[in-house]
């Protein structure tokens, strides 16, 4: 319950910061409620946590699949984060940096998601298989990263934010459209 608490206030503290950056809680007229996420999440994640446990009894699988689903999260809030921070210290919203910003995220998330989902969503780290295991986890997700970081570079560069959206909302946005190309390619993989 710890760990699930902790990747909850993780996920929180990073989700803040992305939303904080993008404006989201004005927009939404949350101004006052800033805080929010700090419970929310990690009540989100218990609640998911025992659900998980709970439907266990009839197939064992889906207490790996609620910790998975709490690890994806918290990889999706690194990347995020780690995008619009590289955005933020560097004041460039579009143009070849933004391929780079994406290998530093998506990189960090990737390395993220190898050792939760091992250790703790799966509980594998005393399955064997290390440097074998690694490597066809880190092939897919090459795979996964040039897609990722090809679908987030090619959106923001080649195409004009729609809508009316100011270049960080379409940068963010490209993102979105990117990380769900890369689950799809990671769950196939």
Same mark, same amino acid.
Request: hydrophobic residues 55%; glycine residues 10%; proline residues 2%.
């Given at each position: 319950?710890?760990?699930?608490?902790?990747?909850?206030?993780?996920?929180?503290?990073?989700?803040?910061?992305?939303?904080?950056?993008?404006?989201?809680?004005?927009?939404?007229?949350?101004?006052?409620?800033?805080?929010?996420?700090?419970?929310?999440?990690?009540?989100?994640?218990?609640?998911?946590?025992?659900?998980?446990?709970?439907?266990?009894?009839?197939?064992?699988?889906?207490?790996?699949?609620?910790?998975?689903?709490?690890?994806?999260?918290?990889?999706?809030?690194?990347?995020? =984060?780690?995008?619009?921070?590289?955005?933020? %210290? &560097?004041?460039?919203?579009?143009?070849?940096? !933004? *391929?780079?910003?994406?290998? +530093?995220?998506?990189?960090?998330?990737?390395?993220?998601?190898?050792?939760?989902?091992?250790?703790?969503?799966?509980?594998?780290?005393?399955?064997?298989?290390?440097?074998?295991?690694?490597?066809?986890?880190?092939?897919?997700?090459?795979?996964?990263?040039?897609?990722?970081?090809?679908?987030?570079?090619?959106?923001?560069?080649?195409? =004009?934010?729609?809508?009316?959206?100011?270049? %960080? &909302?379409?940068?963010?946005?490209?993102?979105? !459209? *990117?990380?769900?190309?890369? +689950?799809?390619?990671?769950?196939?993989?």
């Amino acid at each position: 319950m710890y760990i699930v608490i902790f990747i909850g206030l993780l996920n929180a503290v990073l989700w803040t910061f992305v939303f904080l950056r993008l404006d989201t809680f004005e927009s939404l007229g949350l101004t006052n409620y800033k805080w929010i996420l700090f419970p929310a999440i990690p009540i989100i994640f218990i609640t998911g946590h025992y659900f998980g446990v709970w439907l266990s009894r009839w197939k064992s699988f889906f207490n790996s699949l609620a910790r998975y689903a709490m690890v994806g999260f918290l990889n999706t809030a690194l990347d995020f =984060a780690i995008f619009n921070l590289m955005i933020y %210290l &560097s004041g460039i919203e579009k143009g070849g940096e !933004i *391929a780079f910003f994406k290998i +530093l995220s998506g990189g960090s998330a990737m390395v993220n998601s190898f050792f939760w989902n091992k250790y703790w969503s799966f509980s594998a780290g005393q399955s064997g298989g290390g440097k074998r295991e690694f490597t066809n986890y880190i092939l897919v997700s090459l795979v996964g990263a040039a897609l990722n970081i090809g679908t987030t570079s090619g959106l923001i560069n080649l195409v =004009a934010p729609p809508f009316g959206l100011s270049q %960080l &909302s379409w940068d963010n946005v490209a993102n979105v !459209i *990117a990380t769900l190309t890369n +689950l799809i390619w990671n769950f196939i993989g």
